[in-house]
């Protein structure tokens, strides 16, 4: 792998380090976006599972987030009605929006079409609209940039909803896609596709737990062209940030990159 395009991997001995440096690691990005222009916008997508639980356990410690100046989108979604658990937002909403205490100073939040959920195609192009809104119309790009991307990795190495050896690994052209025969359920979704994910200012994934220790060890060692964190890895390695506890590195043998505070917490 290229030196330019290796990711950093930061190893933390715990979860409660990982959601702090985390957090860290947000706010910074946020301070240095929202810094360069008055007008600008801190454009972040994230996705689910046991990232939404890190979000909130490191962001709920912050009193430093400028929310009110953020746009948050979703890297991928169950087509499910939002108050089931398998909602990506309505987990996100349950478990972060909810409990911010400012009413008055609340993100713009972009959830799927909920109307949508049984149009599987629909659904993708309507969100891929909606990025159009929110991004080429501003920025006359063909490709939409977050300035953020928040992503985990499950054992089975899909992210997002970009499953290993699936035909969307090979998409070109869709910012959106949808995918009706994922191999977990619920078998209909809707994704951003990798070159979205690789167009990002900054991509992190988020890994905790031993039973992700052999998907990393793959990852990071042994890179296999069917893996969407390999292709990730290897086309936009140094925009790629890997936050994880020891317990995921236990069958891998790596340098991890020490972690310095960007935005140490206020009050």
């Known amino acids: 792998m290229p030196v330019n395009t290796i990711p950093a991997v930061y190893a933390f001995p715990d979860a409660a380090n990982v959601a702090a440096m985390v957090a860290d690691h947000i706010v910074g990005i946020q301070n240095s976006v929202l810094s360069k222009d008055s007008t600008r916008r801190f454009r972040i997508g994230v996705s689910g599972g046991s990232l939404i639980g890190v979000l909130n356990d490191g962001l709920s410690q912050r009193k430093d987030i400028d929310w009110e100046n953020w746009d948050i989108y979703f890297a991928d979604e169950r087509l499910v009605s939002f108050d089931s658990d398998a909602s990506n937002y309505g987990r996100f ?10 009413r ?3 993100p713009n939040v972009f959830p799927i079409d909920e109307s949508l959920i049984n149009d599987p195609q629909e659904c993708a192009d309507n969100y891929e609209k ?3 809104r929110g991004f ?3 920025d006359s790009v063909k490709i939409p940039s977050f300035d953020l991307l928040m992503l985990g990795c499950s054992p089975d190495g899909h992210i997002a909803s970009l499953f290993p050896n699936h035909e969307l690994l090979r998409e070109e052209y869709a910012w959106v896609a949808p995918i009706e025969d994922s191999p977990k359920p619920p078998k209909c979704r809707i994704t951003l596709t990798l070159p979205v994910i ?7 994934f988020v890994v905790e ?3 992700k220790a052999r998907i990393m060890k793959t990852i ?3 890179p296999d062209k069917g893996l969407p964190g390999s292709i990730v890895n290897e086309q936009a390695g140094g925009k790629v940030s890997w936050f994880v506890d020891n317990e995921a590195l236990n ?17």
Request: proline share 10%; aromatic share 2%.
């Open 93 to 102: 909403k349950r478990g972060v929006l909810d409990k911010l205490p400012d």
């Open 104 to 106: 008055d100073h609340l």
């Open 130 to 132: 909606l990025l159009i």
């Open 136 to 138: 080429a119309a501003k």
């Open 198 to 204: 690789c167009h990002s200012q900054h991509v992190t």
């Open 209 to 211: 737990g031993s039973t």
């Open 220 to 222: 990071m060692e042994r």
């Open 251 to 267: 069958d891998c043998v790596l340098p991890c990159k020490p972690y310095k505070l960007t935005a140490p917490p206020v009050g």
